[in-house]
């Protein structure tokens, strides 16, 4: 886990990285660092298995989104 202030920089050789941990709890996943998107992905399988759903306000998605070759993919709930 990664913990950065206000006054450090985070500097790593590959966005690719091993989470290990997620809340607390003990996983092993591959993840990408793009600390420049606006938006993020997550399977919902993987969501609910490491976050309590239940204390989270989540609604349809006002939106669509695209892939890069620009097919849409469907989103099932957004967190604000």
Known sequence: MA???T???LSIDDN???VTALNNVS??????IDTDSAVSFVRPSIFSKFV???S???RIP???FKVI???SFKVIKVIN
């Not at 996983?27 to 990408?32: G, M, P, T, V």
């Open 56 to 58: 989270i306000y989540m």
């Open 3 to 5: 913990y950065i202030d």
């Open 52 to 54: 309590d759903t239940s």
């Open 62 to 64: 006002s939106r669509s």
């Open 7 to 9: 006054e450090s920089t």
């Open 69 to 71: 070759n620009k097919r």
């Open 27 to 32: 996983c092993s996943l591959d993840a990408l």
């Open 16 to 18: 690719l990285i091993k």
